[in-house]
């Protein structure tokens, strides 16, 4: 059987770059394995494209040459009703149109429809295993207000908010900063449905919260802001498993130049960006007491397990750096770097672990499928037919 990886990365998302980052990270670790990699990229518009092209990570400095070189695809049925890659258009006035099998696909997406259970109810729809979470996960995940709802109702903890809308801003402007208000300053402004700290902004008062919120929805119309926990100490750790079975990585703490992490200091470092994650500035592990490290190691497992996710995540924590006080930020659930840089510290390589998210792939979509997934009636018989025709004779 060829075994062809469908790597799928891009996307309408503000993460467009950093996706492409993590997709490369991915193919160079497969690229020594018995895998057949194949990419699919889709661009900042929506389209779908997949060709040798596009797995030079050189060639998206020029997007418009690379949509040229590209080759339109989309998802189909083979003859024998097998889901496939198919290639939308021909290569030549002699070639017909390729198709390749999938014995896995790789999501890479960071933020957005990628990210946030939409492209994995349509490798549902396929019938396609795909590593990492499932829907339920991965849009829970991305929704920072549900996230934390569902957290406070499983007594993890989390810190004090409020959420809004902007069509509420604009009619109820001042409710809502009294609201605020009660939370006590500072306060960070975060898009509900976005990632990489992409319009996280910290508030001192009204004034700066005013325009950390109308500079955060430029990019959500779900705005979250939370008491921030000072003095701040962040600490992440990854866990790599299914609901049912999973392990945590050690544990790491971030550097910025600010207290609360910006874009900039998670890609931005001196190596130009171009390790995506990996080049953060970071103490791996952390330097934090053990009593803290294991509590945080078995919080994410918890909130892992909570979530139903699968595959490799990165867990987020705040940490009151004088009291140790612990609380859940968020869950990535398709981490940029896959959080490969935390589970070499425990012995598994990028390749490793790429290999080991596309086995876990296959074996909960083998779970799926050797489930009982259609009920053998016929709604459509005749008897059920004529019940219809004699409701539509009633009403006319």
């Known amino acids: ?50 060709g040798e092209y596009l797995l030079d990570l050189e060639h998206y400095q020029d997007l418009d040459e690379l949509v040229q ?42 933020g957005s429809e990628g990210e946030n259970g939409a492209f994995q109810g349509t490798c549902d729809m396929y019938n396609l295993p795909f590593a990492g979470s499932g829907i339920f996960a991965s849009s829970l995940g991305m929704d920072k207000v549900k996230a934390k709802e569902m957290c406070r109702a499983h007594d993890i903890p989390v810190v004090d908010s409020v959420d809004f809308y902007e069509s509420q801003w604009e009619k109820a402007q001042d409710e809502i900063l009294d609201e605020i208000d009660e939370l006590g300053f500072p ?33 959500d119309a779900n705005l979250l802001v939370e008491k921030a926990v000072s003095p701040l ?6 866990v790599l498993g299914d609901p049912e079975e999973a392990q945590p990585s050690v544990c790491e703490r971030p550097l910025g130049k600010e207290e609360t992490l910006s874009f900039e200091d998670k890609y931005q470092s001196d190596d130009g960006g171009n390790k995506g994650m ?48 612990l609380y859940f930020n968020e869950i990535n659930t398709i981490p940029g770097s896959f959080s490969f840089y935390l589970w070499k510290e425990s012995s598994i390589s990028i390749e490793e672990l790429m290999v080991e ?7 909960q979509h083998q779970r799926k499928i050797g489930r009982v997934r259609s009920y053998e009636t016929n709604l459509l018989s005749q008897k059920a037919v004529q019940g219809i025709k004699g409701l539509k004779n009633k009403e006319s």
């Open 1 to 50: 059987m060829n075994k062809n990886i469908l790597v799928a990365f891009g996307g309408v998302s503000p993460e467009h770059e950093v996706s492409v980052l993590s997709a490369m990270q991915a193919i160079s670790a497969l690229e020594e394995t018995n895998y057949s990699l194949i990419p699919l990229y889709i661009t900042k518009s929506g389209r779908w494209l997949t």
């Open 69 to 110: 070189q590209a080759v339109p695809c989309t998802f189909s049925h083979n003859e024998m009703g097998k889901p496939v890659l198919l290639e939308t258009e021909k290569q030549g006035l002699f070639s017909s149109r390729q198709t390749h099998s999938i014995y896995a696909v790789l999501p890479a997406f960071h």
């Open 187 to 219: 306060v960070i402004v975060k898009p509900v449905n976005l990632g990489s700290s992409i319009g996280v902004e910290r508030a001192d008062d009204r004034e700066s919260l005013i325009e950390a919120v109308e500079t955060a929805f430029r990019y």
């Open 233 to 238: 100490m962040e600490i992440n750790c990854s």
């Open 278 to 325: 990996a080049s953060a500035d970071r103490v791996i592990p952390a330097d934090i007491p053990d009593e803290l490290t294991n509590k945080i190691q078995d919080m994410a497992l918890t909130i892992f397990k909570t979530f139903r996710a699968a595959g490799v995540a990165r867990l987020d924590f705040l940490v009151n750096a004088e009291t140790n006080e």
């Open 357 to 363: 998210l596309i086995e876990i792939a296959r074996t």
